[in-house]
């Protein structure tokens, strides 16, 4: 995986909200993941889930946030969801740090990266929808 090969991580979490490839995905990420996060199944119109990432990333900035901490995302050039933008996260960084006891950080190392790019950096063949 290549943020780990980039990062030591604390915290590695998988986020269960009942998606139709979770089975899939779990699969090729669970020898890294340290912590799962389940949540109801959420809204969807076709491939839209509404409000996941702001979700996503709430929820582990409540259940981890006992002191500062930075998120990594795998944002990718290809993301084309107004909730998985760059500017969606730095500004959804500033909205936390007002209301967050600790501060949060949200890192995407791989926005400038294709899926392709980073399948083709990893040397291995890797589950995208």
Known sequence: MLLNQLYDYDIKVFIDYSQPHKTKEFQHCREYVTEIITLPKM??????????????????????????????????????????????????????????????????????MTKEQITNKLKSNCYTD
């Open 43 to 112: 809204v969807s119109v076709g491939k839209e889930v509404n409000c996941r990432n702001l979700t996503f990333i709430s929820c582990v900035a409540s259940t981890f946030g006992s002191q500062d901490i930075e998120i990594h995302l795998g944002t990718n050039a290809e993301d084309k969801y107004p909730d998985n933008s760059p500017q969606f996260y730095k500004e959804l960084e500033l909205m936390l740090n007002k209301v967050s006891i600790h501060k949060v950080r949200i890192v995407l190392p791989l926005k400038n």
